[in-house]
T-cell receptor, first 113, second 112 residues
């Protein structure tokens, strides 16, 4: 069973508009959440994270929102740029502290020029 | 960029042969991880290491073994490769609790 779900396999957005990528989780015992971006033939690169004690974290064009009651995480990219076209993975770390990330299946974002 | 090198980057081999993938880091990080990425599954943890000679199983460890004899090297071995182990394998490293893991560029392994 998938504990971390990204239900949209793909998303297309016009350049300059907002991209919203979503992630849902089923286990309330997650302590920390992260977003990674992955280009073809490269490894995932860390983008932004959020602790479960917060509901928002911002870094430049990237903002992550956490809604614990809904067990929902979202990544907002504003404004979207063609270079943002990539696969985005959300990941969660359980409170057991074993550093065992649990990844979602990924969403492929395409930003159209 | 974190100093992580995976070798080989690509490998094609036959069912039943042993395969070893290497992850080398220059960051002196304590934790090292092996993941596999498959369509529809995202990244799944195979094994991880929390220090020299200290390893533990991840979500999909069957058919894989690991070794870490030095801080900088983490080896993943497929004792007898099967076609279901065709995948892209990623190594990752991290240093402190809740510090983000940093990934290598992956090894594409095809087992025919």
């Amino acid at each position: 069973d998938q504990q971390v779900k990204q239900n949209s396999p793909s998303l297309s957005v016009q350049e300059g508009r907002i991209s919203i990528l979503n992630c849902d989780y089923t286990n309330s015992m997650f302590d920390y959440f992260l977003w990674y971006k992955k280009y073809p033939a490269e490894g995932p690169t860390f983008l932004i994270s959020i602790s479960s004690i917060k509901d928002k974290n911002e870094d430049g064009r990237f903002t992550v929102f956490l809604n614990k009651s809904a067990k929902h995480l979202s990544l907002h990219i504003v404004p979207s740029q063609p270079g943002d076209s990539a696969v985005y993975f959300c990941a969660a770390i359980p409170t057991s502290g074993t550093y065992k990330y649990i990844f979602g299946t990924g969403t492929r974002l395409k930003v159209l020029a | 960029d974190a100093g992580i090198t995976q070798s080989p980057r690509h490998k094609v081999t036959e069912t039943g042969t042993p395969v070893t993938l290497r992850c080398h880091q220059t960051e002196n990080h304590r934790y090292m991880y092996w993941y596999r990425q498959d369509p529809g599954h995202g990244l799944r943890l195979i094994h991880y290491s929390y220090g020299v000679k200290d390893t533990d199983k991840g979500e999909v460890s069957d058919g894989y073994s690991v070794s870490r004899s030095k801080t900088e090297d983490f080896l993943l071995t497929l004792e007898s490769a099967t076609s279901s182990q065709t995948s892209v394998y990623f190594c990752a490293i991290s240093d402190l609790e809740y510090q983000p893991q940093h990934f290598g560029d992956g090894t594409r392994l095809s087992i025919l």
